[in-house]
């Protein structure tokens, strides 16, 4: 059964690091865009970064040069490298997964990933 399983969420202070994990079941098509995006309380879900199967990355300004996405096809596992958190990274952080071509015109908008979420991780960043 497909599924996404994301780990490594925490509290650390200003100017640290984490890096987060979504491991997908062994039924996820490796050709599927994959990305992380996270959703502050009281806000909207906010794209972070996003990876295609030919291995372009897209990130969003707000964590470029910080954050790193990356994916292991061996281990079916996506991660979220974050570096310089700051207090406004504070979020539940999630994975998805879709495979439709339909995400490559906006691989940082929620709504074009319709086929797999995670539960979320949370990640607490403080001053």
């Known amino acids: 059964q497909a599924q996404l399983l994301e780990s490594g969420g925490g509290s650390v202070q200003a100017g640290g690091s984490l890096r987060l994990s979504c491991a997908a079941g062994?039924?996820?098509?490796?050709?599927?865009?994959m990305a992380w995006f996270r959703q502050a309380p009281g806000k909207g879900r906010e794209g972070v970064a996003a990876?295609?199967?030919?291995?372009?990355?897209r990130y969003s300004d707000s964590v470029k040069d910080r954050f790193t996405i990356s994916r292991s096809y061996a281990k079916n596992t996506l991660y979220l490298q974050m570096n310089n958190l700051k207090p406004e990274d504070t979020a539940m952080y999630y994975c998805a997964a879709d495979r439709s071509p339909a995400v490559r015109l906006d691989p940082l908008r929620a709504e074009n990933y319709r086929e797999l979420w995670g539960q979320g991780t949370m990640v607490t960043v403080s001053s």
């Open positions: 062994e039924s996820t098509d490796n050709s599927a865009y």
């Open positions: 990876v295609e199967s030919d291995g372009t990355r």
